[in-house]
């Protein structure tokens, strides 16, 4: 459930596959992947694209489920082969952290409505982004500032990122 290129100038790093995507075996290929395209103003040709756009979740498998939803990736996945992956992409030009997972691994302990407030903060490296799942319509409609600033921000470091 991942694609990465040494050409990839566009990480996608997330929290790990669903159980759609799982059965699937495409990153991204259900309704967060449409969200998470729709936000970043890329059609799918771009994002499956491995020579524009590296997919590297925390999580190479689906964890489960625990409480009202999907288990975190597991601990011991992402030191295993993560860094090594990313030192193998030397074109990155952008990270988008989706996900607490992801935010928290490279940016260190903080919230995660924190982290997408301040989103410019940790720019030109990382952008980070709410998980794209259903409950994130909600959680948009609760903070507006998100759809107004940080979605439009989002689609211009995209473009940014992939015409460097």
């Not at 890329?42 to 288990?71: H, K, N, Q, T």
């Not at 940016?107 to 990382?126: C, K, N």
């Not at 994130?136 to 500032?145: G, I, M, T």
Request: aromatic share 10%.
């Amino acid at each position: 459930m991942f694609q990465v290129s040494p050409t990839a100038r566009l990480l996608v790093a997330s929290q790990a596959p669903g159980t759609r995507v799982q059965a699937s075996g495409i990153p991204f290929s259900d309704d967060s992947g449409d969200r998470l395209r729709e936000w970043m103003g890329v059609p799918p040709a771009v994002f499956y694209d491995a020579s524009r756009v590296a997919i590297l979740p925390m999580g190479l498998c689906y964890p489960g489920r625990r409480g009202g939803g999907d288990a975190p990736p597991r601990r011991e996945c992402a030191p295993l082969w993560r860094a090594d992956l990313i030192a193998a992409m030397p074109a990155l030009r952008l990270t988008l952290l989706v996900g607490t997972y992801a935010q928290a691994d490279a940016l260190g302990p903080s919230t995660m409505i924190d982290r997408v407030r301040s989103f410019r903060e940790y720019l030109p490296e990382y952008f980070p982004l709410p998980h794209p799942s259903w409950r994130s319509r909600f959680w948009a409609k609760n903070n507006p500032w998100f759809e107004a600033e940080v979605l439009p921000a989002l689609k211009a470091e995209v473009q940014r990122a992939l015409a460097s």
